[in-house]
């Protein structure tokens, strides 16, 4: 049997110790899920959150955060409740830390520059929301909120601009509101289906090719409806 020189041994030894230590690597810089016990907080948070409940989910979200930072989902949430009860200092910080330690961390830059907004600083806003709109020119929630800006320094002609092209945005949500539509009328749901087609409708314009399809279903959904 052929034996490996010394040298050959040393760089397999060295090889696998390596292929080791990166798979280690890997493995640490991997997100640990959140415990099922702060999930269970957090959620029970977010109900809080949705009920009004503020200062109450403000507490839970706190002690989420303080035991584990990387629970970005809870960090965000907080950072809207500080927004909502008037804490801007508190919520730039948290939107801050999540953008520097996520990159682009979408719903959190917009949220940072909505504070910002809220502090008064509205070049730094539009700065930062200029920067978003140049990686992503299709979001209406940057579109609208740039407009909101422009309406700050009173740039009227800009304003005008960036609401309209938000404002194209509704024919896309208008077809998913149809969609959805749709599906109540096939589970046999005709009051939810016009429920949808309603608001499908309020999202078109008058010339709008959609908006044919759109009272054609209503009318047909409206007869089945009515009928005994």
């Not at 010394?6 to 397999?12: G, I, L």
């Not at 200092?89 to 910002?116: D, H, P």
């Not at 539009?126 to 978003?132: C, D, H, K, P, T």
Request: glycine share 4%; proline share 4%.
């Amino acid at each position: 049997m052929r034996r490996h020189p010394p040298a050959e041994r040393a760089a397999a030894r060295i090889g696998r110790i390596l292929q080791v230590l990166t798979c280690l690597c890997l493995l640490a810089c991997q997100p640990r899920p959140p415990s099922d016990d702060l999930i269970a907080e957090y959620l029970a948070a977010k109900d809080d959150y949705a009920g009004g409940d503020l200062q109450k989910a403000e507490q839970r979200l706190t002690r989420i955060v303080a035991r584990d930072a990387g629970f970005h989902q809870a960090a965000f949430l907080l950072g809207k409740i500080y927004y909502f009860e008037d804490k801007p200092a508190e919520a730039r910080r948290a939107f801050t830390a999540l953008v520097k330690r996520y990159g682009r961390y979408n719903e959190a830059e917009i949220w940072l520059a909505r504070t910002l907004v809220r502090e008064g600083a509205i070049e730094a806003a539009q700065r930062r929301v200029e920067e978003l709109l140049s990686f992503d020119q299709s979001d209406p929630r940057l579109l609208f909120l740039r407009g909101s800006l422009a309406l700050e320094t009173s740039d009227l002609k800009n304003a005008l601009e960036f609401f309209q092209r938000a404002a194209d945005f509704g024919e896309e949500l208008a077809r998913a509101h149809l969609e959805i539509a749709r599906l109540y009328y096939q589970f046999d749901l005709p009051d939810k289906a016009l429920e949808e087609l309603a608001l499908c409708r309020s999202l078109t314009s008058n010339g709008s090719l959609l908006r044919d399809s759109v009272d054609k279903l209503i009318a047909t959904v409206g007869k089945e409806a009515e009928a005994p």
